[in-house]
């Protein structure tokens, strides 16, 4: 039951570069705590995250345990044209969120 | 009128029983202990964590459950209207259990007996991201919780816990909170124990909890037996914390460290 | 069997298997050298200058469990000149590898933020690709109060 919270401008003029801040909830287990009995807790992370601008990617970052739990990223992109921005994060155990944003370049 | 009249007077009785606590005029949050980062980190709700819980109870506000088939919107509407200022006056009375309950507790009742579902566990996803959800619509209004003679002596067994030297450490919450705040304690800055932000994102947890489990941290903390989630000594404790705090204003979800 | 009969036989196996005192468990760290492998792993072995890439940590954090930083590059961002990917590194996490960003020209500009986790006051270390190919590099140290990484899980 992942949520994602993503934060991106509406409108932009053409050439604009845009901030896109982007929240997931995750809990970022880095496989180096153990229980009240010693047991390690097994890796649990995402490991990579792709952002895409009408099908191109424009950013990508690999992740590993030193990101923090619940992973915040803010990066730039220039508004080229109006469209779809695509979020995807991956991850240990096969998780996989995407996420999608509409932007209007005038 | 006179119900006016006999609650300040009480108020007013309470304000000097009290004494040996921290000068309304000096009270500070615990947002203003933090370093510049965190601050900024707590102001965005952008980059908040605790936004995430939040968003995930605005969903659940809209979803239908139990065999009563009803979502809070049914009966609340916008939680932005319904539920201002509802955060800031609990714990509250609950004429039906005769006492005092909590935020969660009220949540759960309404769950039980208007939806007919089970109670969401104490410190659950759902139980925290409603409770998140309905804290966030009294950011920046005042804490007042309201103390008339039904109240009182609830008030008076919160006071009574948090001035009672507890667990093997022997320690009472005001020998810290009300006598060494602003001091160091084991490399971290001891703060008054307002309870404007709850629930909060705490560094510590990495996700957002409630102030029953920064209670429960805490007493765990002073080698004393933590009170059960929900017991009443936790809610009386809440109720006095509220009451200390009266007039600061709610910053939920808070970010701490 | 009795209490004081049952110990005395315990206490005889332990001495005999070696057991007695307390056993630790070291949990893994990094070190600076393990740090610098870690980077040569990464890029190769080209010379990495310092300068250019800016890593933006505060001095003093009182929670490592989430730690901003940022980091900017000075480049223009261009079609043929601009920042391929940012690296970052720790010294004495448990083990030495954070993120890397990859970028481009339609990134627009260099700055990208995040929040990570520093297990002990430390050194972090940003090295970042342009499009020629050339490395350059920063570092930045932080006080952490509580360290992340090595507290027990529930």
């Known amino acids: 039951m992942a949520s994602a919270l993503i934060n991106v401008p509406p409108r932009a003029k053409r050439g604009e570069i845009v901030e896109i801040k982007t929240l997931i909830s995750h809990v970022m287990e880095t496989g180096f705590r153990r229980t009240q009995v010693g047991a390690v807790i097994p890796r649990n992370i995402i490991r990579r995250f792709v952002c895409s601008y009408n099908g191109a990617e424009v950013f990508s970052a690999d992740l590993h345990p030193a990101i923090s739990a619940n992973p915040f990223i803010v990066f730039s992109t220039i508004a080229t044209e109006s469209g779809t921005l695509a979020f995807e994060w991956t991850g240990d155990n096969g998780f996989s969120v995407k996420e999608t944003a509409a932007i209007t370049v005038e | 009128m006179r119900r006016l009249l006999i609650a300040l007077g009480l108020l007013a009785l309470a304000a000097s029983a009290f004494a040996g606590e921290i000068a309304l005029s000096d009270r500070r949050s615990g947002y203003e202990l933090m370093g510049r980062e965190l601050r900024a980190m707590q102001d965005d709700d952008t980059a908040n964590p605790g936004m995430l819980w939040v968003l995930e109870g605005a969903a659940l506000w809209k979803r239908p459950t139990g065999a009563a088939s009803r979502a809070c919107v049914d009966c609340h509407g916008e939680a932005a209207v319904s539920m201002k200022g509802v955060a800031a006056h609990h714990p509250a009375f609950d004429a039906a259990k005769q006492r005092p309950v909590s935020l969660d507790q009220r949540i759960n009742n309404c769950r039980v007996d208007r939806q007919q579902a089970p109670p969401l566990a104490y410190e659950s996803r759902e139980l925290l991201a409603l409770g998140a959800y309905v804290a966030r619509q009294s950011r920046g209004l005042p804490i007042a919780v309201t103390i008339d003679d039904r109240m009182r002596p609830f008030l008076d067994a919160g006071h009574a816990i948090y001035e009672r030297r507890q667990g093997q450490l022997n320690l009472a919450c005001s020998q810290c909170h009300d006598d060494n705040w602003g001091r160091q304690l084991a490399g971290n800055l001891i703060p008054q124990a307002h309870p404007t932000g709850y629930p909060l994102y705490r560094l510590e947890w990495q996700s957002l909890g409630s102030l029953q489990r920064r209670l429960r941290g805490c007493l765990t903390g002073i080698r004393a037996e933590a009170y059960d989630y929900g017991a009443p000594e936790l809610v009386d404790l809440e109720l006095y914390l509220m009451w200390r705090a009266r007039g600061m204003t709610m910053d939920a979800p808070a970010v701490r460290p | ?154």
């Open chain 3, 1 to 154: 069997m009795e209490r004081r009969a049952f110990l005395k036989v315990a206490g005889g196996v332990a001495a005999g298997l070696g057991l007695t005192g307390i056993v630790t468990v070291k949990p893994a760290r990094a070190t600076p050298a393990e740090m610098q492998e870690a980077i040569r792993a990464v890029v190769g072995s080209a010379r990495i200058t310092p300068g250019k890439v800016k890593l933006e940590l505060p001095p003093l954090i009182e929670n490592g469990n989430a730690v901003p930083l940022t980091v900017t590059v000075d480049s223009p961002m261009t079609e043929a000149e601009h920042v391929r990917v940012v690296h970052v590194f720790t010294e004495k996490n448990p083990q030495p590898y954070v993120v890397s960003f990859h970028l481009g020209p339609r990134a627009g500009r260099a700055r990208v933020s995040t929040r990570m986790r520093l297990a002990d006051s430390q050194n972090v270390v940003a090295v970042c690709q342009l499009s020629d190919g050339s490395l350059w590099s920063d570092s930045a140290a932080v006080v952490v109060t509580l360290a992340a990484c090595l507290e027990d899980g529930i």
